[in-house]
């Protein structure tokens, strides 16, 4: 779990161990349901009407969305560039390099490529690809293993005036930001006049106004900031981004009758010292533990001081380039899974952004006391689950889910 505030100079670091995001559907729409569909309409393929106004995705089976953190720092004004902050993240076994594509469109320089385990750079070259595009291909430390992920900390500056202009002395950005945990910091000096997705907004400690956010779905944030020139000098505010902070937890409820959840824990801890604290033990009595190096693949052992769980690492953490990529894995009997008139239900007090419970084999989610998306496993016989994106500031919240067969 990372236990810091971002600054505009602060490195973002970030980690997934599970697939990326799949958008989801909005339904056959207005009068689809009467009727036959006008011709040209291929829902199930997810083509477009023919009235192009409609796009059905295929079915979600990503069990968690929002996989990188992608951090844009507003430059000058006339410079028409923006600074990015990006992690990059591969789980293709035995691939020694991983690639970044710069969109179409914006002209890539200030390139640089770190290991975020070590903190050290990392060999790169910035290629032209056969359609005229540009592409960072890095090389990594070591082949990825089976079972972990390669990662990689890219800084680059992008040049882009379809994105950044400026109307007078006011700055006007627009971007299409998909499907990533993000935060857009402006200028020093600028207020904003408006911007048309809600975010926390915090101060950063030069000084500069910065908003963080991510969408329920994971899908597509069209952007568009504009702000001005202020006088007013902005203190520094003590708010955490909490969409910077990547964990993410995955609940599979057992057979209903034992009562028995297993947990899978994916994050990245930053604090410095040779150790990692388990921190997940302090809100869920896990048995079985294990904790897994994801960028090694190789087993921690666990080691108990009082109340304090921790295992030591291979790499120390000494700077803010690096941080340990873990996954911590259990079981849980705590009472949160019940048998209530027919119904399975799971009650739980659950924390951080992202929390995905899987049902058991053949029951149907029939009620979810927060907000969810719905998805169905990609096994030979899929399951249902329930992906909860907690939007809110506060780290914890309570969760009843319930299913029947």
């Known amino acids: 779990m990372r ?4 600054g505009v100079t602060t490195t973002v670091l970030v980690c997934s161990a599970l697939m990326l995001a799949q958008g989801t559907g909005q339904g056959a729409g207005r009068g689809q349901g009467q009727g036959a569909a006008p011709q040209g309409t291929a829902f199930p393929g997810g083509r477009m009407s023919v009235d192009g106004e409609l796009m059905a995705a295929g079915p979600s089976a990503s069990l968690f969305s929002q996989e990188a953190y992608t951090q844009y720092e507003i430059l000058e004004p006339g410079t028409e560039q923006f600074a990015i902050t990006y992690f990059l993240e591969s789980t293709r076994a035995g691939a020694t390099t991983i690639s970044n594509a710069t969109r179409k469109g914006s002209e890539g320089t200030n390139i640089s490529v770190f290991d975020p385990r070590s903190g050290l750079p990392l060999k790169f070259t910035y290629d032209e690809q056969p359609n005229g595009d540009h592409a960072i291909n890095a090389t990594l430390p070591q082949p990825i ?28 950005w627009v971007r299409s930001l998909a499907g990533y945990r993000l935060g857009v910091v402006l200028p020093k000096g600028f207020a904003f006049t408006s911007m048309n997705v809600a975010a926390q907004m915090s101060t950063t400690a030069d000084g500069r106004l910065k908003l963080a956010f991510a969408s329920p779905h994971g899908g597509s944030n069209l952007m568009t900031i504009h702000a001005h020139k202020t006088t007013a000098v902005f203190a520094p505010s003590a708010y955490t981004d909490m969409f910077f902070d990547d964990i993410k937890t995955l609940y599979t409820l057992d057979a209903p009758g034992t009562g028995k959840v297993s947990v899978e824990q994916t994050y990245s801890d930053t604090r410095k010292g040779a150790t990692a604290t388990i921190n997940a033990l302090d809100y ?3 048995t079985d533990l294990k904790v897994i190096d994801l960028d090694t693949a190789k087993a921690l052992t666990a080691s108990k001081s009082g109340k304090t769980t921790s295992v030591k690492l291979d790499v120390p953490i000494t ?9 911590v894995t259990g079981v849980i009997a ?29 029951y149907e989610v029939s009620a979810v006391s927060q907000s969810a998306t719905i998805g169905r496993t990609r096994e030979t016989v899929p399951r249902v689950f329930v992906s909860l994106v907690n939007l809110n500031s506060e780290n914890s919240y309570a969760v009843t889910i319930r299913a029947r067969r």
């Open 3 to 6: 236990i810091r505030i971002i």
């Open 145 to 172: 293993p089976e079972g972990g992920i390669g990662r990689v900390l890219i800084y680059k500056t992008y040049k882009d005036a379809r994105t950044y202009q400026m109307n007078g002395d006011d700055l006007v």
């Open 284 to 286: 869920m009595a896990l």
């Open 319 to 327: 700077n803010d380039k690096q941080s340990a990529h873990l996954r």
């Open 334 to 362: 705590d009472g949160s899974y019940t048998i209530d008139k027919g119904d399975a239900v799971f009650t739980h007090v659950m924390k951080g952004l992202r929390n995905t419970v899987i049902l058991p084999a053949g």
